[in-house]
């Protein structure tokens, strides 16, 4: 009924950019909130960006060069890559919150989405 799904990943040279797309849809279902996280190996998944109610929220290690941002017209959020470096490099996933009327509410995940940045 729900779907989360990622896109633009891909691997890039240090100092340049990326711009993440997640893309929410249901039938029926309002969108309220996205968050990315991501995944290094090995390493346990991090809360990096999120956006509720026009606010962002951004996890040090990526303050001033990630950028989250959303579409308007569409359950569409991007998060703008900048001046990336190596420790970057992990899968990129998308998580959003929603609701259906007043009384259901959910979180739902993206696939991922793979970033690899060479040094």
């Known amino acids: 009924q729900v779907q989360v799904v990622e896109s633009g990943g891909g691997l890039v040279q240090a100092g340049g950019s990326l711009r993440l797309s997640c893309v929410a849809s249901?039938?029926?279902?309002?969108?309220?909130?996205f968050a990315w996280y991501r995944q290094a190996p090995g390493s346990q998944r991090e809360l990096i960006a999120v956006?509720?109610?026009?606010?962002?929220n951004y996890v040090d290690s990526v303050k001033g060069r990630f950028t989250i941002a959303r579409d308007s017209a569409k359950n569409t959020v991007y998060l703008q890559m900048n001046s990336l470096k190596p420790e970057d490099t992990a899968v990129y996933y998308c998580?959003?919150?929603?609701?259906?009327?007043?009384?259901?509410?959910?979180?739902?995940w993206g696939q991922g989405t793979q970033v690899r940045v060479s040094s």
């Open positions: 956006i509720s109610d026009g606010n962002t």
């Open positions: 998580k959003v919150n929603g609701r259906r009327g007043a009384d259901l509410r959910f979180e739902y």
């Open positions: 249901g039938r029926s279902w309002s969108f309220d909130a």
